[in-house]
């Protein structure tokens, strides 16, 4: 059993990927207790790589097993802050078939655990001057200015440096469907374009995508090839190892399944991590076995960081560039409300109204004391009061008075047939009561979206008549049209509602004073 539980997968997002007991084959795991260094848990394929059966190893001291200078290493790397970050891979020689061959050792700390892997160590990796390579290639993607050109060269750099038949840029949205943003193909293959397709959520499940947050570079190296038994000792203090930080943790079967549906032998994956969040993933594939050296996934680990940094920065630039216009009308609009004393006129005349404050606004409202205006192209004046008084009875957040819809038809289903220029709304209300408020509206944008299959599982029946659900078979196109959706109001243009909100009550504030002045 390669899980600790039954899984059916009525629910994919309850796969426990972490304990699954198995690895791939390309290494063989060793876990053992961190005070003791008493071996506990082992992999069943420990003669391919250490030249002895795993029941030699089980319940022995790892000094029995590893040279001294491996076990040195270990206790510094114990001693360190940063544990084996740095010290990883430890290159040892082992015997096995009276051959002395070098070996990567690779070591996780994981709670009173540490994960030893330990994996054939490539010739040509070591000899092939990949510290150049990778000195070009850093300096080759931080030259890149054009957002476009970032993503396509990346990922020609990464088919360069990694020899993959295909590698993708897959970026994630707010619902983490994602898209193949960028593509780099092998020429001589003649493989079909995945480039501009869509595929569903589902395809990489919730623990899965967290899982990237922690182990940035997922290898699996080789569908074709059964995996190898994990076995544990009864004296083990857990049943089920957490192979988050493994690299060599076993694959999940239904990913399995799904990448032999595609074809792939062999599928490699970097995280590119935005903030604290999964923003995509050089995702690559290779259609015939292929061994990845750790030093080389550790390279690409590395230029993912390159790659999300230099991403940060330029939407950091772009980011200041659209604040600093949005301010710069923010402030004319206060002026112009404190210079003419009449909101009305403050923010619908003179060169800036409030037309200009955001992208692509179709057209505006105000509701003051009683009073309404529109400018644009706008649903009718009770039409908005009826939008307004339905936001405010429904979950509006009370305390934020600001709100924000890109499909407000399917929220609040009088404004569907306002689609066309009224699909995005943004509300502000100016007092806690709701009763004054500001809004704008963002046309409709008909969107062709090209999923690489239909968004759906597949319920598989087995020979035993079992039904689970497994992943599509199909990747066929399949073309969907959204409709009634505006482009999305992003969180700058929303820190701007705010500080418009309060720019606005400054200035009436100083109204009210004033209409005080004159009735004494
Ligand atoms: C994992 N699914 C993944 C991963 C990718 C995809 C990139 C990460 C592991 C890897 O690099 O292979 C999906 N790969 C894609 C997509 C493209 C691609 C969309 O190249 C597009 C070009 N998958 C399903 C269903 C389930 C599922 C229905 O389709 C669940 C029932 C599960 N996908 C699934 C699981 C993993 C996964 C469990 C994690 C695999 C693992 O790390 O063990």
């Avoid at 796969?15 to 207790?33: G, N, T």
């Avoid at 544990?232 to 239904?254: C, F, H, N, T, W």
């Avoid at 993933?281 to 990845?292: G, M, N």
């Amino acid at each position: 059993e390669v899980y600790p539980y039954r899984v059916d997968l009525e629910n994919c997002e309850n796969e426990p990927l972490r304990h699954i007991r198995v690895v791939q084959s390309f290494a063989c795991l060793i876990a053992v207790d961190s005070d003791t260094l008493i071996v506990r848990h082992v992999s069943e394929n420990t003669d391919r790589f250490l030249g002895l059966h795993w029941e030699e190893i089980i319940d022995r001291p790892l000094s029995s097993i590893f040279n001294r200078d491996l076990t040195e290493q270990l206790s510094i790397g114990l001693g360190r802050e940063n544990g084996f970050e740095s010290l990883n891979p430890i290159q040892t020689l082992f015997t096995v078939n009276g051959q002395q061959l070098l070996k990567n050792v690779i070591v996780h700390r994981e709670g009173n655990r540490l994960l030893l892997e330990i994996e054939n160590s490539a010739d040509d990796f070591r000899t092939s001057g990949y510290q150049q390579i990778l000195a070009r290639a850093v300096a080759r993607i931080q030259n890149i200015n054009n957002h476009n050109r970032l993503f396509t060269e990346t990922a020609a750099i990464l088919r360069q440096l990694t020899g993959y038949d295909r590698v993708m840029v897959y970026r994630f949205d707010k619902n983490y469907n994602g898209e193949v943003i960028a593509e780099s193909l092998n020429k001589d293959k003649n493989l079909e374009p995945f480039h501009g397709l869509f595929y569903p959520h589902t395809d990489i499940p919730k623990q899965a995508r967290e899982l990237y947050l922690k182990n940035r570079v997922r290898l699996i190296s080789d569908i074709t090839v059964p995996p190898s038994n994990i076995r544990s000792s009864p004296q083990a203090e857990e049943k089920y190892l957490d192979l988050s930080m493994a690299g060599s943790r076993g694959v999940s079967p239904i990913h399995l399944e799904y990448l032999g549906y595609m074809g792939v032998n062999n599928s490699l994956s970097v995280a590119i991590i935005l903030g604290d969040k999964l923003w995509g993933l050089f995702a690559l594939h290779h259609y015939s076995p292929k061994t990845v050296d750790y030093g080389l996934r550790n390279l690409l680990l590395f230029l993912g960081q390159i790659f999300s940094g230099h991403l940060s920065m330029q939407a950091a630039g772009s980011y200041r560039e659209k604040t600093l216009t949005r301010n710069l009308v923010r402030l004319a609009l206060g002026e112009h409300i404190s210079k003419t004393r009449d909101i009305f006129t403050g923010l619908t005349e003179g060169s800036y109204t409030l037309m200009n404050i955001f992208a692509e606004t179709s057209g505006a409202a105000i509701s003051f004391e009683g009073r309404v205006e529109t400018m644009g192209e706008t649903p009718p004046t009770d039409a908005i009061q009826k939008l307004t008084n339905w936001v405010t009875n429904n979950g509006v957040d009370h305390d934020s008075l600001i709100y924000t819809s890109d499909s407000i038809g399917k929220e609040y289903k009088p404004f569907q047939s306002y689609c066309d220029y009224a699909a995005g709304v943004l509300i502000i209300y100016l007092n806690p009561d709701h009763a004054d408020w500001i809004c704008w509206f963002r046309p409709g944008l008909s969107r062709k979206i090209t999923w690489g299959g239909k968004p759906e599982k597949e319920l598989i029946v087995s020979e035993q008549g079992t039904r689970r659900l497994g992943p599509r078979r199909s990747f066929e196109r399949y073309v969907e049209t959204v409709d009634g959706c505006s482009a999305p109001w992003d969180q700058g243009e929303i820190d701007t509602a705010y500080t418009l909100r309060i720019t606005i009550i400054n200035s009436m504030i100083q109204h009210y004073s004033e209409v005080k002045q004159t009735n004494e």
